[in-house]
């Protein structure tokens, strides 16, 4: 044992560390991840995202070196010190991560006076005033600490010199990069430094803080408003690799449908039945390829979930089938707010059973959202799951192919459910303190497991709110943007970041939510869009109308192109997705991510790669009619002219308004189908490669684009191998049916 007040245990895996400061339980997950667990709580509280997988049978070297206890895996040293100050090296002995020994050197960033002053006029100051937290742990900065991840927080790639907030919040006005919380909660940090990469996942649902050196530049830290310290530390060799472990612990986007990659048309609202129609023939007339239509608000009866509003939209089930004829797939919101009205199905259920969250003294919570009065539904319990999951058949039944979740937060408009109100977690009671951050989560995961029991296809959800793991359920979009070119800005690094975070399947408005979009936002909008794993046009009543053809010829025909080509890489995005599933890596993912020993990539926030073969430079200013674009190492070609450019430096390329820059690495082989104006048209019997210059290999994917079947074995894989100027392909075939023809595009040839 060391000597003086530290002392531990070894109980296989893990390790409980004892000093005059408590205990630490230290945990090697796998090689390369151990999870440090500090109780400060009577109660634990079980994790929501870390679910489905338990550690590996490690065996950690443990032993005392000095004054530490010193716990070695063949990837990772950690040495915990009296203090249970605790360090984290690699394996080789260079230190990745050190705790700060010192005390915070916290400031109040206002005076005494204008605190008072500030109060007598209404404001709530304690969010002002720095503070030490129930739950902190501080780390030491080393001076060159580049941050990504945390979701989709506002402002730039690199959260270096931020501060954030975790809680789940639902602000319609324009975020700006000074937003410290938006609609997600994913305390999930990547940290690139000279000495390598890292992640920090901090698993605790209340209110939480993060600061990234704003404070001091000495220090970053992470503190929690209750719960316990319960974090993991995450090495891998490089960004990919620690993304890949994060996403072994919290989950993996599935495979999702293929029609779900497809383009997405969405408003609210569409106020009627013939509304609908209007907008779906008028994309089949113009020819502009489209799968599905989100139906807002309006479709339900008064605005009470799991209903159908018969006046407005005919008879149940019609509409959609009309839709699915001409190959529309419906998509609904639903929202968690439940009215509140004796006699209503939803309500009478929820009350007879208790699945509505309560107040201390016993009563149903009441608040108010879109249906007037309403109660919410306890997501932390697992019956009110099965129950709500059980509702998704309604939806199924009448047609509808997916569900949009939203104001999960959960959004009230009569001020924030207080902390206090009762849920339950699992199997006990909880508070909204504890349980808010993850409300979104549970809904998604009951929506998740409701759709796959109602139809056992792969369930399509979506969902504003979040935490950490909610990749396994639902896709996400960044919430209520507006028409703003800071906003499409800003769409890059945030959809960038929530790739890193785990979340494959993400997008943004195109267009823009809020205020009104101009024909040319729209235009450079739908460039980001067709290359944004999810492509979802949507805008609100009080906005101007966007969807494609509302502008003019010229507005028409560059929405027409780029959607037209995101229906032509739809097998190249497929395959992402399947890679995904298997490897954790995101679709859209910023240049750091494969680059990150190239400084220039660290602060990109105006280019994205596509997987690791195209390269996505849009314009992203008004006016702007050349981009200044950086190209990694290597050769690059033009994926429209194949003109070649010289990797490791800056191009300024012409991009007028129908001219998104995009490139392809040399040596790509990229698969594309014809286009057709949705999914299913007809079948996929023709497989394009697009071949460009230099030696590469190709994995291609193949399977229903439905099912699970795949899981199964029912898939096919062709392996392209291209040298010397030929392509070769093997045929691993498992029961799917073959490609009539394969042909192949040579460019920049």
Not at 4 to 22: F, L, P, R
Not at 150 to 173: A, C, I, Q, S, V
Request: glycine share 10%; with cysteine; hydrophobic share 35%.
């Amino acid at each position: 044992m060391p000597s003086g007040s530290i002392s531990y245990e070894v109980h296989g895996s893990q390790v409980d560390i004892s000093s005059e400061d408590g205990l630490v339980c230290v945990t090697v997950w796998k090689d390369d991840i151990i999870h440090v667990f500090r109780p400060l709580q009577p109660k634990r509280y079980g994790s929501k995202a870390v679910t489905g997988v338990t550690p590996e049978q490690a065996e950690p070297v443990v032993c005392e070196e000095g004054d530490a206890v010193v716990i070695r895996t063949p990837s990772l040293m950690v040495k915990v010190y009296d203090g249970l100050f605790m360090d984290f090296y690699r394996a080789d002995g260079t230190l990745l991560c050190a705790d700060y020994r010192k005390e915070r050197q916290i400031r109040s960033v206002i005076s005494p006076r204008m605190q008072k002053l500030l109060a007598e006029e209404g404001h709530d100051i304690s969010r002002l005033l720095e503070r030490n937290y129930p739950v902190q742990t501080i780390k030491c900065m080393d001076g060159d600490e580049k941050f990504y991840g945390l979701g989709d927080k506002t402002g730039f790639l690199n959260k270096r010199n931020y501060e954030y907030e975790n809680w789940n919040t639902d602000d319609p006005h324009a975020h700006t990069d000074a937003y410290k919380a938006l609609y997600k909660s994913v305390p999930f940090l990547i940290t690139l430094k000279s000495q390598g990469v890292f992640g920090l996942f901090f698993d605790n649902t209340f209110r939480s803080h993060i600061n990234l050196g704003k404070e001091n530049r000495n220090y970053f830290y992470y503190g929690a408003e209750g719960g316990d310290l319960d974090y993991y530390f995450i090495g891998g060799n490089n960004m990919p690799e620690v993304v890949s472990n994060y996403t072994y612990l919290t989950g993996r986007t599935p495979l999702p449908q293929l029609w779900t990659l497809g383009y997405h048309q969405s408003r609210w609202g569409y106020e009627s039945a013939q509304d609908v129609r209007e907008v779906a023939a008028k994309f089949r007339s113009l020819k502009i390829p489209c799968d599905t239509i989100h139906f807002d608000l309006d479709y339900m009866d008064g605005f009470r979930v799991f209903t159908w509003n018969e006046g407005d939209f005919g008879a149940p089930g019609r509409l959609l089938e009309e839709l699915a004829r001409d190959g529309f797939k419906a998509v609904p919101i639903i929202d968690p707010g439940v009215k509140r009205e004796p006699g209503y199905d939803m309500y009478d259920e929820g009350v007879k059973e208790g699945y509505f969250v309560k107040s201390p003294d016993g009563e149903i919570y009441v608040n108010v959202v879109w249906p007037g009065e309403a109660v919410y539904p306890d997501f932390g319990s697992p019956d009110v799951r099965a129950w709500w999951g059980g509702k998704q058949k309604y939806l199924t039944d009448l047609g509808f192919k997916g569900v949009w979740n939203d104001m999960n937060e959960p959004a009230s408009f009569r001020g924030e459910l207080p902390d206090d109100i009762v849920f339950t977690d699992e199997d006990g009671p909880s508070s909204h303190a504890a349980m808010h951050n993850c409300y979104g989560h549970l809904m998604s995961q009951a929506t998740y497991e409701g759709l796959k029991r109602a139809d056992g296809k792969r369930p399509f959800v979506i969902t504003r709110a979040c935490y950490a793991g909610t990749q396994k359920y639902s896709t996400v979009w960044t919430g209520d943007n507006q028409s703003l070119w800071a906003h499409l800005a800003m769409a890059v690094p945030q959809l960038c970041n929530l790739g890193l975070s785990g979340f494959a399947f993400a997008g943004t408005d195109v267009g823009g939510f809020g205020a009104d979009t101009t024909p040319e936002l729209l235009c450079r909008w739908v460039q980001v869009g067709a290359f944004s794993p999810l492509f979802r046009n949507h805008s609100p009543k009080n906005t101007k109308r966007q969807e494609p053809w509302q502008f003019d010829e010229e507005t028409l025909a560059i929405n027409r192109k780029y959607i037209e080509l995101r229906y032509r890489l739809l097998p190249y995005f497929y395959d992402l997705f399947f890679e995904g599933e298997k490897t954790g890596y995101p679709v859209l993912r910023p240049l750091v991510f494969h680059y990150e020993n190239d400084p220039e990539t660290w602060n990109n926030n105006g280019e994205f790669l596509v997987g690791e073969n195209l390269l996505v430079a849009p314009v992203l200013e008004q006016g702007a009619t050349k981009k200044s674009v950086y190209l990694p190492e290597g050769t690059w070609y033009d994926f429209f002219t194949g003109k070649a450019f010289a990797g490791g430096q800056y191009h300024l390329v012409d991009a007028p308004l129908d001219v998104c820059p995009l490139f392809a690495k040399e040596g790509s082989l990229i698969p594309t189908y014809e286009v057709m104006q949705y999914v299913g048209e007809r079948p996929y019997d023709t497989l394009k490669m697009l071949v460009f210059p230099g030696d590469g290999q190709y994995v291609h994917y193949r399977d229903n684009g439905v099912d699970f079947a795949y899981r199964d074995g029912a898939s096919d894989r062709y392996v392209f191998t291209r040298s010397g100027g030929n392509v070769d392909v093997k045929i691993d075939r498992n029961g799917y049916e073959k490609y009539k023809k394969i042909e192949y595009i040579m460019i920049g040839t």
